[in-house]
């Protein structure tokens, strides 16, 4: 059993255990993952580019930005699990397309956006 199963497996014994399945619709934790990655975001919102990279040099900062970083893993794993979808696999396909959209000799050093894929 991998690392990201094992995850998996102790979050849904977790909910099962309080009886909250019935609350995990794939509406409700996407909304919670949403909500998640706001306050995620808020840790960073007003900080410099500088500020931010090195956020994990404060220790109440880090403390809380992991926080935020395991309350979104908790949340996309939930949500991946209820929707039966393989989050590797789901990863991997998703870095292959955007090999093929992002070549690397005309985007190299580039933030620009790419065309969708045909």
């Known amino acids: 059993m ?3 199963e094992a995850l998996t497996d102790s979050l849904r014994r977790f ?9 995990h619709t794939p509406k409700n934790l996407a ?3 949403a909500g998640e990655v706001g306050e995620l975001l808020a840790e960073l919102q007003w900080l410099t580019p500088e500020e931010a ?8 900062a880090s403390e809380r930005l992991t926080s935020e970083l395991g309350d979104v893993m908790i949340y ?12 590797i ?10 090999g093929r959209r992002y070549t690397v000799e005309t985007y190299r050093g580039s933030a620009r956006k790419a ?4």
């Open 115 to 118: 065309p969708p894929l045909v």
């Open 89 to 98: 696999d789901a990863a991997r396909t998703k870095l292959d397309e955007s």
């Open 53 to 60: 990279a090195d956020i994990m040099d404060d220790p109440a």
């Open 15 to 23: 909910a099962q255990a309080r009886d909250w399945e019935q609350f």
């Open 31 to 33: 909304m919670a993952l």
């Open 76 to 87: 996309l794993t939930r949500l991946a699990d209820v929707l039966e979808v393989d989050l």
């Open 2 to 4: 991998t690392e990201l």
